[in-house]
C-alpha cells in the first residue's frame, strides 16, 4: 500500500512541476515567439511586419502581443495550431490570451 500512496505522491509532484515549468518566464517567451513566427508564415507579406511579441525587461512575465488588425486571424490561427504542443499551463495561458485578443478585436 505504502508503494502505491509514493507512486501517487510522485505523480502529483510531476504534475505540479510541469505546471510550475509551463508558466516559466523563458518557456512563455519561446512559446510566443514560436507563435508570432507561425503566424508570420501564414500571413501574407504586407501583414509580416505587423505581428511582434515584446517582453517586458523589467517584469519577465507581461507580454506585448502587437498586431494589426488585418493579422489577428493570423495571430488567432497560429495559437490553436500549436496548443496541443504546449504544456497543460501554457495552454491555458494562451487559450486566455486567444479569447482575449478576440474580444479586443470586436470592441
Do not use: C
Not at 519577465?60 to 493570423?74: G, L, V
Not at 501554457?90 to 478585436?105: C, D
Request: net charge negative; glycine share 2%; no cysteine.
Amino acid at each position: 500500500m505504502a508503494n502505491e500512496e509514493m507512486l501517487v505522491l510522485n505523480r502529483l509532484l510531476k504534475e505540479i512541476e510541469d505546471l510550475k515549468l509551463g508558466l516559466d518566464p523563458n518557456v512563455l517567451s519561446g512559446w510566443y515567439q514560436r507563435i508570432a513566427s507561425d503566424a508570420r508564415a501564414h500571413a501574407p507579406s504586407h501583414l509580416v511586419d505587423s505581428i511582434d511579441v515584446i517582453q517586458d525587461p523589467i517584469l519577465p512575465m507581461k507580454f506585448e502581443f502587437k498586431s494589426s488588425r488585418r493579422a489577428i486571424k493570423y495571430v488567432i490561427d497560429a495559437i490553436d495550431r500549436n496548443l496541443d504542443g504546449m504544456p497543460m499551463a501554457t495552454r491555458l495561458y494562451f487559450q486566455k490570451l486567444s479569447e482575449l485578443i478576440q474580444a479586443e478585436a470586436l470592441r
